[in-house]
């Protein structure tokens, strides 16, 4: 009468909005061969597998031992969703290098992705998150304006199971009683052990940008297309120490790093160096970045290996 | 001597634990084991210590090392693949209980994952399966935080576990929730029990109770058992009993030790002969009259294996159709479409009866089983329908009849026809497009050949093949040709062209950039089963709601200020 354990079926996509997505720092790993990761954010989202959508900013290529793979930015009105394409996925190639050639006339264009969550943990422990590719799509503009409205409201139903966790006890009868959706139950469990106090406050302000932009009290979309390559021009406008390391997406990350990571303390050096090692950069050109990123006043060095956000 | 020295590793520990054993006798007596036993000396050693150690006067001792000895660690990692007794504290992540059969009996066990170092937060923590073979469920409450003494390693695969035996001590150190599952002697209501499966107490109604006989598979005859159904407060049960219950319909019965198993999809009470059957006295007790109403359910309510049931439907088609059986004689199969407000099914009648479209029909005793995948109520004998004079609902026109059900539900319901549901596309599938397939079973061909009849010419068909996911449930989609066609506005033949102009890759980016995130309405049927949700559609559409719209619903839902 043994019974079979039943296969674990697809996960759904989850609807995220970068900023969520980038301060998680809770990795679940499987502990089966088939058995899912996920990334746990702060509001218990969990994610293995996830529906973004924005303007694409940046793509780059790199020739990889197993061929080509391809990493590219993805900007929601949160931020930006980090994204890859392995070189195990050749199916995915021929699509992307069409993407990349349109984005390198200059165009700039809303992109749909379905990605599977993945990150990189710094020798401290410090999580990067990003997402490798499934499913990807130029979109128009009405697609991800419904996008943005469905991601606002999985968002505010995070939200709302995220308070009801506070006032119940963490377990899961008592979080269902409390009125949490059963698929937040575990992410919930997971997120409030893990993280300190933070404020919700600060995902409130990407479903409220978004539902603007949906009900036509701002039109964010626009401009965002529009300042698009008007950011590309400055930044290549910018003093370039080291050419061939592209130092603006440098300190773009550099930036992404200390935001997602300081939690009061500052963001150790070598953190910062190794992130930005992974990320394709080589060691010199990372360390010459961060020195580059100080001394244009992008970020700040309070006490000596560790680097702050400046305060705006 | 050959002999000897076959053995020499092994008397020599014998040697040491008992220093005054004769060699030659220890060297026949690991002979014996190998040879009369069919016990090679490795897994005869202890046996021969023993016996040398009674033979010598030597106190019993453990010998080699000593396994048994606890071993106390803080971490899993400290731990290695043979530990037999360890002490460690740890925090119950999940607990889920399961009957299974050890030894030719029927246990309760369970499963779930337990982490390490449980006073510190998640990420500090490793986390390890585990097994409970102690029905140790009411100490190990997902969220407590237990010391386990006598515990073992478990290693399979390269994979470590922990097993929690009947002699493990399980110590609460905090507690966590509500534990999973009761195992007290207190009854469970029937809706509890139909929600998981093993051992359960019950006190319940007779609902109904008849004689039945079970053919056994291997033809060497068959078992008188009984079958009916209980009820109490939170619903009705269908019971299979298989031992005499001879008590009145209508009689009150405490029940324990009976076991859940599911019939399909359906829970089902087993009484046996170590189950305990009382007539109980209770007269507040809900009565057979609120009971009976209880048998009634709605098309959307059937699941594969329900018994004794009454359902009113509505008949969209009807059909009669005869065969020879396998006995030679001609039988008559009456079957047809029909439906009530929550939905459509089959019906299938082996039996003389002719309802004419529109009619009402009351079925008793119906039962369900599933028929490509979705619910067919089957009727036997016609007494079992009633023909309605008095419409119970107004007409439905089975043109226009959807029911409309978000995809959450969908995927955590039974299989349904005549359902409308929304999801979002996040992937098309690369086999989308012309495919062929076998003439003999209509399998799809890969390479030109069918997994079943080998090389074939195949048959030309198209269909198309999604992902359509709402961000909290998913399921697949699949478009026939029909479907395929009315959706794309384009039909078999140019799809062909399109596809033998480029590729087949071609077809498919094609399709993504017209389907990737977006929201698509879908018509007509799901299958729900253990690989997950499939709907088959009828009809496919995007959802033409505007963004505006939604994001007012929203913004009403949850009360947003902008």
Known sequence: ?312 | MAEEGRYAAQVTIVKQECPDADEKEVVEEFRRYEEEFLIPPEDALRSVVRKFQAATGIELKQIAKPERAEKKVDRFSDLDADDRNVTIEIAVISYTPRVQMVRGEERQVAFGWIEDNPWQPGDQRERWDFKDWGEKAENLAPGSIVRLEGASVNEWNDKRSLNINRTTRVTVLKEGGAAAVQISDEPSSIADASQREGFVNLVARLISSKPDVIVKRDGSGQLDVFRGRLGDSSGTISFLSWVPLEHEAGTVLKIDGASIRKFRDTPEVNIGDRTRVEVFHDSAFVSMEDLEQSNKVSISELRNGMRDIEVTVQVESWESRSFVSDDGTERVVRSGDVMDPTGRCRLTAWCETDPSRGDFLHLTGARVQYWQGSPDLVIDDAAQITNLTDAPWEPIDPEVHWVEIDLTSVVSGGSRRGISTSGTVVAVRPDSGIIERCPECRRVLRDGACGEHGPQRGEEDLRLRFVIDNGVSNASLLLSKDASEAFLGTDQESIKKEISAGSSADFVASLRERLIAKRLIVKGRSIVDEQGAMLLADDVEYDATSAHDAANEVIQHWGVIL
């Open chain 1, 1 to 312: 009468m043994m019974q079979q354990t039943p296969r674990v079926g697809r996960q759904s996509a989850i609807r995220i909005f970068a900023n969520e997505y980038r301060d998680a720092s809770l990795p679940e790993e499987g502990s089966g061969e088939y058995d899912p990761s996920f990334i746990i954010t702060k509001i218990g989202a969990k994610i293995n597998r996830a529906l973004v959508c924005g303007v694409i900013d940046r793509v780059e290529r790199r020739e990889g031992e197993n061929g080509p793979n391809y990493s590219g930015h993805i900007r929601d009105p949160t931020g930006t969703h980090l994204f890859n394409v392995a070189s195990f996925q050749p199916e995915l190639h021929p699509d992307f290098e069409e993407l990349m050639a349109r984005y390198e006339t200059g165009d700039r264009f809303l992109l749909a992705l379905v990605g599977k969550a993945r990150w990189f943990e710094t020798e401290d422990g410090g999580i990067f998150t990003s997402l490798r590719a499934e499913e990807f799509s130029i979109i128009d503009k009405e697609c991800y304006t419904n996008w943005l409205v469905q991601t606002a409201d999985a968002t505010l139903r995070r939200i709302d199971a995220h308070s009801s966790s506070l006032e119940s006890d963490l377990n899961p009868a008592a979080l269902e009683a409390a009125g949490v959706p059963s698929d937040l139950v575990d992410g919930l469990i997971l997120a409030r052990g893990h993280y300190g106090d933070f404020d919700s406050e600060a995902y409130q302000v990407g479903v409220l940008q978004a539902l603007s932009i949906a009900t036509g009290r701002t039109n964010v979309i626009e401009t965002e297309a529009e300042d698009a390559p008007t950011l590309e021009q400055s930044t290549t406008d910018a003093p370039t120490p080291q050419a061939p390391s592209e130092p603006s997406d440098a300190v773009e990350t550099i930036i992404e790093i200390i935001r997602s990571r300081d939690t009061g303390q500052g963001v150790d050096y070598n953190d910062i160096v190794a992130a930005l090692v992974n990320a394709g950069h080589s060691r010199e050109d990372a360390e010459d970045a961060i020195d580059s990123a100080r001394d244009q006043g992008e970020v700040m060095e309070p006490r000596f290996g560790f680097f702050q956000l400046v305060p705006e």
